[in-house]
């Protein structure tokens, strides 16, 4: 699959979500504390409604989340 990319577009894009919602790589607990935050107020609006506009939002901060999460568990020898 060839997906194009419009850099142009993309760096404003970014700029704004970040703006309207601060999400990215959990690196402390803060951020960690923040982004749940963030996916608790987004699940009070969503809910379970995989037709809302910020579904897809949602399932994105949960696989970030899950990630730091994973990365925190420690490895059975």
């Known amino acids: 699959m060839n997906a194009a990319i419009d850099i142009d577009r993309l760096i404003p894009a970014w700029h704004g979500l970040q703006e ?3 999400i990215g ?3 402390s607990e ?3 504390d923040r982004i749940t935050v963030i996916l608790n107020r987004l699940l009070d609006v969503v809910r379970d409604d995989s037709t809302h506009p910020l ?5 994105l ?4 989340i899950a990630a730091y999460e994973i990365n925190l568990e420690p490895l059975d020898c």
Do not use: Q
């Open 25 to 27: 790589h959990i690196e």
């Open 20 to 22: 309207a919602v601060p």
């Open 30 to 32: 803060a951020d960690y």
């Open 55 to 59: 579904f897809s939002l949602i399932t």
């Open 61 to 64: 901060i949960g696989d970030i």
